[in-house]
């Protein structure tokens, strides 16, 4: 792995060649940050290094990782906690859903789901501490979601709230550092997650388009966020609306007013908005 030879910072990203890491790539690419690409598809991690290379000049680094994994999710770690080729921001981005509830499904899927969306994203949030505070600057933007404040969204409603309460909790541990920690709450993004999860026949697809986000404006808003030290971004004004409800209806009805849905509806749309 050859490290960074430039001055430019560094930006290491998961989950990078497709849906939002790919945007969160081009866009660290175009403010001038070099990079460390992260997925398991070698063949893509490495077109995607290379139209970011041509496209934005900057050096790109390919690291296959299956964060599943854990002796791959540490070979993450320690890029991300070296000293000599130091990572200035972290995107803790790769994930997946899965369309079935908690008690449903197979046990290895709900691990890897655990292992992926929580596990990896606290071990490298601790590496990026632990070389970013002894240094005095540092920014790690972690992907949450809506649905993390819903209790009802299976096992992946669950994880993001996992994400969203640790990085909460980062910022304030992490306040006069000079490193700062964000998580970003998207609502529904058109990528290959829904796909991928198996919602997108008659289930996404019949979500009202103005639901839908446009990825640039996920990319942009938080960003903006990450850079300004914010701890939490949601990005457009729409989805604002909906988190601020969320935040103060008590969890129970959340939950009560979830439970007595139709099945279909909370079968197609498990987790209300990935
Ligand atoms: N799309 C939405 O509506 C939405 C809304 C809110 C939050 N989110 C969150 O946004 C993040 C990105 O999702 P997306 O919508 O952009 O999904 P996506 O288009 O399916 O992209 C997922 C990315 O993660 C990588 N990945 C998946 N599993 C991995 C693993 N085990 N190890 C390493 N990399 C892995 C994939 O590459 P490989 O397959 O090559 O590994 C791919 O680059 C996720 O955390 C998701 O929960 C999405």
């Not at 601790?126 to 969204?153: C, E, F, H, K």
């Not at 991928?196 to 008659?202: A, E, F, K, L, Y």
Request: aromatic share 4%; hydrophobic share 40%; net charge positive.
């Amino acid at each position: 792995m050859s490290s960074s030879p430039s001055s430019r910072p560094t930006a290491l990203v998961t989950g990078a060649t497709a849906g939002l890491g790919a945007a969160y790539a081009r866009s660290l690419a175009r403010r001038g940050h070099d990079l460390v690409v992260v997925a398991r598809d070698v063949e893509r991690l490495e077109s995607t290094a290379s139209a970011l290379r041509t496209e934005f000049g900057v050096e790109v680094e390919v690291l296959a990782a299956d964060l599943s994994d854990r002796a791959a999710l540490q070979r993450v770690a320690d890029r991300v906690g070296s000293r000599e080729a130091p990572v200035d921001v972290l995107v803790n981005n790769a994930g997946f859903g899965l369309r079935q509830r908690f008690v449903d499904g197979e046990p290895a899927d709900h691990e890897r789901m655990f292992d992926v969306l929580c596990r990896a994203v606290m071990v490298l949030s601790r590496a990026a501490t632990g070389a970013m505070v002894p240094r005095g600057r540092g920014r790690i933007l972690n992907v949450g979601s809506v649905a993390g404040l819903v209790p009802g969204g299976g096992h992946y409603s669950a994880a993001k709230a996992y994400v969203i309460v640790l990085t909460e909790t980062m910022a304030g541990e992490l306040r006069g550092t000079g490193v700062s920690a964000t998580v970003v709450e998207p609502g529904y993004v058109r990528t290959e997650f829904h796909a991928r999860s198996g919602m997108s026949s008659g289930g996404t697809s019949s979500l009202s388009s103005r639901i839908w986000l446009d990825i640039e404006d996920v990319v942009d808003a938080s960003l903006e966020d990450l850079f300004a030290g914010r701890p939490v971004s949601v990005p457009t004004k729409r989805w604002k609306a909906v988190s601020a409800v969320l935040d103060v209806v008590p969890r129970r009805v959340v939950s009560s007013v979830w439970n007595r849905m139709p099945s279909g509806a909370k079968r197609r749309h498990p987790t209300a908005g990935e």
